[in-house]
């Protein structure tokens, strides 16, 4: 027997792992059980990846954009409001936060999405393989300078990112360290086949450079040797600096807000001992990403974190699409109208300001963000046409005639089941309490019925609650 | 006007690298014939300044105002090490932090100290889809206008009376701002702001009334928005707005003369609707990109570069060039690019000393030789 309580859990589950999930997906999850569902996101192999043919259909240019927005924007977006495989989407976003690669720099939206395909298909498994396909990753190499790290000539640029903000964080290695990790990298370079000009941009593709190589012996946190790049990866990932940075990344992003990363040398996480449990279950299974995602969405410090995080424009944006439905075709308008939305309110996606990618919980709120998250978000829930908000409406049909604290109470358990402060829900009641009882004995009150819960729900979503993952 | 008022500021950025050669051009150095074979303006087109320069012949509109000694060229602005990266490039000129990734803006600095009380929410005003880095400082206020001034505010989908009631539910709601916790309480200052910014400047259009005429063009319609929030006194000090993009790695002549032209006659139809006004003579407009280009074309356009070109533009301000044109010589490019030799932070530093009388240093991290393109009263 599915209870609210059950529902309330698997929501959070799929806010979080997830973009959200209409009612009947979580009724549907909630009956099927908390573990099993975990289970099912873990292994987004048994579901059909998005349909990339609709893309083609409806917007081409956005297979293969080059380096001009929005179709880059447009390809991903698509990717997650359509995705069977929430999880996957999810893990995709979480390491383009970490491994944050923009196309300020690259200009190719092309190898920016195709690093993003290496997210899906790696950001579930070994962490260490995808620290060596994400030094092997064209747009990274060029993002960071390492097609300009040679020999004769050491760049140093990958090398200190790598330790620095993909594995281990400031503090737990030396300058020397950064040397020596960038000399094992030397000769890690991309090629393209035919120059861009004046016919367009080709692929890219990772190329290691023998001669460029330098071979000589290196030391590098305590060890000696020849090493290469992929030595040094095998070095850091077994640093217990480095389980302890992944797992602080996946508590900030998953489970409660962190200070911004440059802090964590100085500043201590919110919850050690969930840190320490999921880097503990990083080193002990061999940096598997699944088993690491199992301990996180089981463990308690998750289940009861339930709107603790500012959700991300992305996360806002998506879920709310997810939510009231009609944005899984790419019509013409996607770009100005859906996909640059988070770009509108601070977050654009496929070039973030920096390595360091987004600063992320109470900074994505300015005057001008909150603006654009509240109205975006109301002039969705408040289309009364489309299928998702049809649906809500129907369910709150079905319970027949409502007094004003019923009936903001079902609007607040659809949204949701969210949960909102003593103002909040007093200003709620105000609002419905000017309509009376809410009718749908004629077609009159029908009518107006649905215009006071499209109008509720968007008073709703305008509550700084609705804010929150 | 017997009481002096308030200073303020425009800040409009030619976003994507406006090309300063062809911007203001030095037709009679044989160098720039020579470096650009495809994307060069004719010189029977272009408008000549003097012996030596030349403004692109889509900036008739601004010559006028030139000729009267309203318009500052300021040559050579930039940076050491221009990193030619379009974002990390705009975050300098926005945060003055060359160096490292800062996240406070120069002009969200200058609001604070301009209004350390937050006693008025629109002190600050961007006209741009979110918010400019340049004028983010975490708790400082500003009024983003995405889309019309007419139709701005929370809300806007709700209709009517009805709007008024559930915006009065949203204010009480948000009130009270202390105690939930300091995401929530921040969160709830920050709803009011907005919307309190939105309620006053959704007056502006209302109140505004003009017989100028503005092109219709993106630019011209924020800066329509600009001068009606100007002339209705709301206490708005610093303005910002964008247009572009000026990012013309191909077919740069037809592109680059149709931006000009939108800029020009934008800028020349709200500087003669703040005059209809009597409200002209308290502005200032700062005209900025966050690169020049390559000086040699590329065979239909010209690539990402360095030094480039920056204006201010109106009655305080001291017309004339300031600053030397860098050399074309190959010898002297960084990189194929103008050499920059004169510190963006020093044209900042004018505008915030002299004109906004405020202490620069502090603003733009450190001591800068300013051009003196402000006449002194």
Same mark, same amino acid.
Request: charged letters at 25%; proline letters at 5%; a negative charge.
């Given at each position: 027997?599915?209870?609210?309580h059950?529902?309330?859990?698997m929501?959070?589950?799929?806010?979080?792992?997830?973009? #959200?999930?209409?009612?009947e997906e979580?009724?549907?999850?909630?009956?099927?059980?908390?573990?099993?569902?975990?289970?099912e996101?873990? =292994?987004?192999?048994n579901?059909e990846?998005?349909?990339?043919?609709?893309?083609l259909?409806?917007?081409p240019?956005?297979?293969?954009p080059?380096?001009?927005?929005p179709?880059?924007?447009?390809n991903?977006? &698509? =990717? %997650?409001?359509?995705t069977?495989?929430p999880?996957?989407e999810? %893990?995709?976003l979480f390491w383009? =936060?970490?491994?944050?690669?923009g196309?300020s720099k690259?200009?190719n939206?092309?190898?920016?999405?195709?690093?993003?395909?290496? &997210?899906?298909? !790696?950001?579930?498994?070994?962490?260490?393989?995808?620290?060596?396909?994400?030094a092997?990753?064209p747009?990274m190499?060029?993002?960071? @300078?390492?097609?300009?790290n040679?020999? @004769?000539a050491?760049?140093?640029n990958?090398?200190?990112?790598?330790?620095?903000?993909?594995?281990?964080?400031?503090?737990?290695?030396?300058?020397?360290d950064?040397?020596?990790?960038?000399?094992a990298f030397?000769?890690?370079?991309?090629s393209?086949?035919i120059p861009?000009?004046?016919?367009?941009?080709f692929?890219?593709a +990772?190329?290691?450079v023998?001669? @460029?190589?330098?071979?000589g012996e290196?030391?590098f946190l305590g060890h000696?040797?020849?090493f290469?790049g992929?030595d040094?990866?095998?070095?850091v990932?077994?640093?217990?600096?480095?389980?302890?940075?992944?797992a602080?990344h996946?508590?900030?992003f998953?489970v409660?807000d962190?200070p911004q990363?440059?802090?964590?040398?100085i500043?201590?996480s919110?919850?050690?001992?969930?840190?320490d449990?999921?880097a503990?279950?990083f080193?002990?299974?061999?940096?598997?990403?699944q088993?690491v995602?199992?301990?996180? &969405?089981?463990?308690?410090?998750?289940?009861?974190?339930c709107?603790t995080?500012?959700?991300?424009?992305a996360?806002?944006?998506?879920?709310?699409?997810?939510?009231?439905?009609?944005?899984e075709i790419?019509?013409p308008?996607?770009g100005r109208e859906?996909a640059?939305q988070p770009?509108? %309110?601070?977050?654009?996606?496929?070039?973030p300001?920096?390595?360091?990618?987004? =600063?992320? #919980?109470k900074?994505?709120?300015?005057?001008?963000?909150?603006m654009s998250?509240?109205? +975006?978000v109301?002039d969705?829930?408040?289309?009364?046409?489309?299928?998702g908000?049809?649906?809500?409406? !129907?369910r709150?049909?079905?319970?027949?005639?409502?007094?004003?604290?019923?009936?903001?109470?079902s609007?607040?358990?659809?949204?949701?089941?969210?949960?909102? #402060?003593?103002?909040?829900?007093?200003e709620?009641?105000?609002?419905?309490?000017?309509g009376?009882?809410?009718?749908?004995?004629?077609?009159?009150?029908?009518?107006?019925?649905?215009?006071r819960?499209?109008?509720?729900?968007?008073l709703i979503v305008?509550?700084?609650e609705y804010?929150f993952? | 006007m017997?009481?002096?008022?308030?200073?303020?500021?425009v800040v409009?950025?030619l976003s994507?690298?406006?090309d300063? /050669?062809?911007?203001?051009?030095?037709?009679?150095?044989?160098?720039?014939?020579?470096n650009?074979?495809a994307?060069?303006?004719?010189?029977?087109?272009i408008?000549?300044?003097?012996?030596?320069?030349?403004f692109?012949?889509?900036m008739?509109?601004l010559?006028?105002f030139?000729?009267?000694?309203?318009?500052?060229v300021?040559h050579?602005?930039?940076y050491?090490?221009?990193?030619?990266?379009?974002?990390?490039?705009?975050d300098?000129w926005?945060?003055?932090?060359?160096?490292?990734?800062?996240?406070?803006g120069?002009?969200?600095?200058?609001l604070?100290?301009?209004?350390p009380n937050?006693e008025?929410v629109?002190?600050?005003?961007?006209?741009?889809?979110?918010?400019y880095?340049?004028?983010a /400082?975490?708790?400082v206020?500003?009024?983003?206008?995405?889309?019309d001034?007419e139709?701005?505010?929370?809300?806007?989908?709700?209709?009517?009376?009805?709007?008024?009631k559930?915006?009065e539910?949203?204010?009480?709601?948000y009130?009270?701002?202390?105690?939930l916790?300091?995401?929530?309480?921040?969160?709830?200052?920050?709803?009011?702001?907005?919307m309190?910014g939105?309620?006053?400047?959704?007056?502006?259009?209302?109140?505004?009334?003009?017989s100028?005429?503005?092109?219709?063009?993106?630019v011209?319609?924020?800066l329509?928005?600009?001068a009606?929030v100007h002339?209705a006194?709301?206490?708005?000090?610093?303005?910002? /707005?964008?247009?572009?993009?000026?990012?013309?790695h191909?077919?740069?002549t037809?592109e680059?003369a149709?931006?000009?032209?939108?800029?020009s006659?934008g800028?020349g139809?709200f500087?003669?609707?703040?005059?209809e006004h009597?409200?002209?003579?308290?502005v200032?407009?700062?005209?900025?990109?966050?690169?020049g280009r390559?000086?040699?074309?590329?065979g239909?356009g010209?690539?990402?570069?360095a030094?480039g070109?920056a204006?201010?533009?109106?009655?305080a301000?001291?017309?004339?060039?300031?600053?030397?044109?860098p050399?074309?010589k190959?010898?002297a490019?960084?990189q194929?690019?103008?050499?920059?030799?004169?510190?963006f932070?020093?044209?900042y530093?004018?505008?915030l000393e002299?004109?906004?009388?405020?202490?620069?240093?502090?603003i733009?991290?450190?001591?800068?030789e300013?051009?003196?393109?402000i006449?002194?009263?």
């Open positions: 027997m599915v209870d609210n059950d529902i309330g859990l929501a959070h589950l799929m806010r979080r792992a997830g973009f #959200g999930a209409p009612r979580l009724e549907r999850r909630a009956a099927k059980g908390y573990e099993a569902t975990v289970q996101l873990i =292994h987004p192999e579901s990846p998005a349909d990339e043919y609709a893309l259909r409806y917007q240019a956005a297979l293969l080059g380096g001009m927005p179709m880059g924007n447009v991903w977006m &698509f =990717h %997650m409001v359509n069977q495989r999880l996957e999810k %893990m995709a383009h =936060h970490v491994f944050a690669t196309n690259v200009d939206y092309d190898q920016l999405l195709a690093q993003i395909g290496m &997210f899906r298909q !790696r950001g579930m498994g070994n962490y260490r393989d995808l620290l060596v396909a994400s092997k990753d747009a190499i060029y993002w960071l @300078d390492n097609n300009e040679h020999k @004769d050491v760049n140093e990958w090398g200190r990112e790598l330790l620095e903000l993909f594995s281990m964080g400031q503090g737990n290695y030396t300058e020397k950064v040397r020596e990790a960038s000399r030397t000769g890690w370079t991309f393209v086949k861009r000009l004046p016919y367009g941009r692929p890219w +990772f190329e290691y023998a001669e @460029d190589h330098d071979d290196k030391e000696t040797g020849n290469n992929e040094i990866i095998d070095i990932v077994q640093q217990p600096a480095c389980g302890r940075f992944v602080r996946l508590y900030n998953f409660a962190e990363v440059p802090s964590w040398k500043t201590p919110r919850d050690e001992a969930a840190v449990a999921l503990t279950t080193q002990e299974s061999g940096y598997d990403m088993a995602l199992t301990t996180l &969405f089981t463990s308690d410090f998750f289940k009861e974190a709107f995080k500012v959700k991300s424009p996360e806002l944006v998506v879920g709310t699409l997810r939510l009231v439905g009609g944005a790419p019509r308008d996607y859906i640059l770009t509108y %309110m601070g977050q654009d996606l496929l070039n300001p920096s390595v360091e990618g987004w =600063h992320t #919980g900074e994505w709120i300015n005057s001008g963000s909150l998250r509240i109205n +975006f109301a969705m829930v408040g289309s009364t046409d489309l299928p908000v049809r649906d809500m409406i !129907r709150i049909r079905a319970k027949g005639s409502l007094d004003p604290e019923a009936f903001v109470n609007c607040l358990d659809l949204m949701g089941p969210l949960q909102v #402060g003593t103002d909040t829900r007093q709620l009641l105000e609002q419905a309490r000017e009376g009882r809410l009718a749908w004995d004629s077609a009159d009150e029908t009518e107006a019925s649905v215009a819960v499209g109008e509720m729900l968007q305008a509550m700084r804010q993952n | 017997a009481e002096k008022r308030e200073p303020v500021l409009l950025q994507g690298g406006n300063y /050669l062809n911007t203001v051009i030095p037709y009679a150095n044989s160098l720039y014939w020579e650009r074979p994307v060069s303006i004719p010189e029977d087109q408008i000549p300044i003097d012996q030596a320069l030349g692109h012949p889509s008739e509109a010559k006028p030139y000729d009267a000694g309203d318009v500052a300021m050579g602005v930039g050491a090490n221009s990193p030619r990266s379009h974002f990390r490039s705009m300098i926005h945060t003055c932090e060359p160096d490292t990734v800062g996240t406070e120069w002009l969200g600095r200058a604070r100290d301009i209004d937050k008025n629109v002190t600050g005003v961007s006209f741009g889809p979110s918010m880095r340049a004028m /400082l975490p708790g206020p500003v009024a983003c206008v995405s889309g001034l139709t701005y505010g929370m809300l806007p989908g709700i209709e009517g009376q009805r709007r008024q559930v915006l539910r949203f204010k009480n709601a009130a009270p701002a202390i105690g916790g300091a995401v929530m309480d921040y969160m709830g200052q920050t709803g009011l702001d907005s309190s939105a309620d006053i400047l959704k007056e502006a259009p209302q109140r505004y009334q003009s100028v005429t503005y092109p219709d063009s993106k011209a319609r924020k329509r928005g600009v009606q002339t006194d709301l206490g708005t000090r610093i303005f910002y /707005l964008d247009h572009g993009s000026f990012d013309t191909a077919s740069q037809g680059h149709k931006l000009w032209r939108e800029v006659e800028v139809a500087f003669t609707d703040l005059r009597a409200a002209a003579d308290n200032v407009m700062l005209i900025f990109t966050e690169f390559r000086v040699h074309d590329n239909s010209t690539d990402h570069g030094g070109v204006f201010a533009i109106g009655g301000v001291q017309g004339g060039m300031y600053g030397e044109y050399s074309l190959a010898e490019l960084t194929g690019d103008l050499m920059p030799n004169q510190d932070r020093g044209v530093t004018t505008l002299d004109w906004l009388e405020l202490d620069a240093p502090s733009v991290g450190g001591t800068f300013s051009p003196a393109f006449a002194k009263a």
